[in-house]
């Protein structure tokens, strides 16, 4: 008997799913233990992740990007960059070509914290898959990639209907 090959790539995708959604699943409780911490919401923790990537990528994010990513509002993103901004993680910063813009870094208090508690998990993950050639990890890596967009589209088709 033929194994019935369009099956087993099935359950072999299935596979796949499932081990992302745990591993969403554990990484979100790993934040929140972060959060929960210095007094954090998921909206602000995630806003954090953008403003961080930004920062540390010398293209700050602005608070228009910044509710696209997020998927909120314009008023929900002010109170949510208010509120980081008050408890010192991120300042706003005038662009000196265009007054109009204004980007959010991130604090270098807040980068310092961040960096102290996800680093060590950082090693960890490094550490664990040091025995995966770095072939089969930019397969990996392309295959989750492909995934997130289709998390990502999912989500902005959500959000449109």
Known sequence: MQPDFQTERAEIIEDLIDALRLFTVETDVFVEVFARAHGLGRNDLNAIMWISQGTGSGQPITSGELASRLGLG????????????????????????????????????????????????????????????????????????????????????????
């Open 74 to 161: 314009a008023p929900a993103t002010t109170g949510l960059v208010d509120r980081l901004e008050n408890a010192g993680h991120v300042r706003r910063e005038r662009d000196p070509n265009d007054r109009r813009r204004v980007s959010i870094v991130m604090q270098p208090t807040a980068l310092r914290l961040a960096t102290e508690f996800f680093v060590p998990l950082g090693r960890l993950m490094h550490d664990t898959v040091a025995d995966i050639g770095d072939r089969d990890l930019q397969r990996a890596t392309t295959v989750v990639r492909r995934l997130t967009g289709a998390v990502t589209a999912a989500r902005t088709a959500a959000a449109g209907s």
